[in-house]
């Protein structure tokens, strides 16, 4: 079932007309009311006038994370506070919290995209969906709320958290898609097995995961071990909450909601854009939105993007899973980790769990030096130390051979590495530069 088959089936011709009518408009409307944006279109030299088509775009500046740092609490806006609904307030590690806010009309489009998302996954109204992603200020729980709602499905409000009782709600209510992190569906699968749940037998056939990085390897453990689809669910704050993209059930990308999230891939250095299929950052214009509309935002994630059409019938571009981030990728003595990289070699490893921790540190004067706890399961631990010692050199060897840096792997005992029940924190970077 496509949710908004009119626009999400719509042919390119009218999509570009569409598109560049929505450009000019919500140009015009932060030019009006946003003065920060007519500012820094006036110091850019670009007019409103200079906006007729969606691929004028690109003479349009960019907007960072830091502009919205630096506009706290409300200088982005370009609705005053007054006219919002709902505001979310991300909670800084440095610097001021990102603040995002919604208009009655945005919390609408919030329902719309989540149900165009939720469908691409396969519900369908009157199912019932458990969402444990956290309500609160993270924009998961009440964004899937909104879009759960909207497509007509029954509502299990779990939030994050209290795993036995997540379980049990299941066993009792039979909802048939769970919504959350990846990490959290793998962590309930080491919890059911504790209690006696053969994870199996649940009722969840189908899940919504994202808000964290995520690879193959773990959608495939995760389908295994539930026994269920896994499609991946991709979205940010500053943009809306989860819904700006969505894989269908062939699981080929992400489909775009680019009527209203128009993206751009370009090269993180020059800002160009890159070709189809190439990876770089992932730019969106935000076409509809009022409270805080943003030009070009800069979002930092990486991806590829193609137009090729999809089996499905959605006529809109696909991006690939997160790659990758412009910020978050680790420089460990001059050569680019990414944590995703360890995940995929100790899920083909037999014996580790897809828990781990990267340590990095660096003694004054001396090169990075780089350890890896993993966590290996009972049955491996209850092994002869021999055994366990090979088993580190199996991995170091391997993560070296992926990574080009000499590594320390310590295995750990299962469960020793703190759980989270929202985004897992996978790099513990101890390095004063
Ligand atoms: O994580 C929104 C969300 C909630 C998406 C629930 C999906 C499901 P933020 O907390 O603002 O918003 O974090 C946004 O998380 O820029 C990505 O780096 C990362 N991220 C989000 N979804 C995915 C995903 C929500 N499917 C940041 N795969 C983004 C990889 C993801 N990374």
Redesign the pocket.
């Given at each position: 079932m496509i949710w908004n088959e009119k626009l999400e089936c719509m042919d390119l011709e009218n999509m570009k007309n569409l598109l560049s009518e929505r450009l000019r408009k919500i140009v015009s409307f932060v030019d009006k009311n946003c003065p920060l944006y007519h500012e820094r279109f006036k110091k850019t030299g670009v007019s409103t006038d200079d906006i007729k088509t969606i691929d004028d775009i690109r003479k349009l500046p960019f907007t960072t994370k830091l502009d919205m740092r630096d506009s706290y609490p409300f200088g982005l806006f370009s609705t005053p506070s007054t006219g919002l609904s709902e505001i979310h307030i991300?909670s800084g590690t440095t610097g001021n919290p990102?603040v995002v806010g919604y208009t009655k009309d945005d919390l609408k489009l919030w329902g719309e995209v989540v149900a165009r998302a939720l469908c691409c996954a396969g519900a369908k109204p009157k199912d019932r969906i458990q969402i444990a992603?956290g309500y609160g200020l993270?924009?998961?729980?009440l964004?899937?709320h909104y879009g759960a709602m909207e497509l007509g499905l029954t509502i299990i409000p779990t939030s994050s958290g209290q795993t036995k009782r997540q379980l049990k709600i299941m066993q009792d209510f039979k909802p048939r898609i769970l919504?959350c992190?990846?990490s959290y569906a793998l962590y309930m699968a080491d919890e059911a097995g504790e209690i006696g749940i053969d994870p199996r037998e649940s009722s969840w056939e189908i899940g919504?995961?994202?808000?964290?990085?995520?690879s193959e390897s773990m959608r495939s453990e995760i389908e295994s071990t539930w026994n269920m689809l896994a499609t991946?669910?991709?979205?940010?704050?500053?943009i809306i909450?989860?819904?700006?993209s969505q894989e269908c059930t062939h699981k080929d990308g992400?489909h775009v909601f680019w009527d209203v999230f128009y993206p751009e891939v370009i090269c993180p250095e020059t800002g160009e854009p890159v070709k189809d299929g190439e990876p770089g950052e992932l730019v969106i214009t935000t076409l509809t939105k009022q409270g805080i509309p943003l030009i070009r935002y800069r979002?930092?994630?990486i991806v590829s993007m193609t137009h090729e059409p999809c089996k499905c019938g959605r006529t809109s571009p696909r991006v690939s899973?997160?790659l990758g981030?412009t910020d978050?990728m680790i420089i460990v003595r001059g050569i680019n980790v990414f944590p995703s990289q360890i995940e995929h070699v100790l899920l083909g490893i037999e014996g580790t769990e897809p828990h781990y921790q990267l340590i990095i540190d660096r003694d004054k004067g001396q090169l990075d030096k780089v350890e890896i706890h993993v966590e290996v399961n009972e049955e491996i631990f209850s092994d002869e130390i021999k055994k366990l010692r090979q088993l580190e050199e199996t991995i170091k060897r391997e993560i070296e051979s992926v990574l080009s840096i000499g590594v320390k792997v310590k295995l750990v005992e299962p469960r020793t590495i703190a759980r989270s029940e929202g985004?897992a924190k996978r790099v513990i970077d101890k390095r004063t530069l």
């Open positions: 991300s990102t992603y993270f924009t998961g729980g964004g899937l919504a992190t990846p919504v995961f994202g808000a964290e990085p995520w991946d669910i991709y979205g940010l704050s500053e909450g989860p819904g700006v992400l979002t930092r994630d899973r997160i981030r978050d985004k």
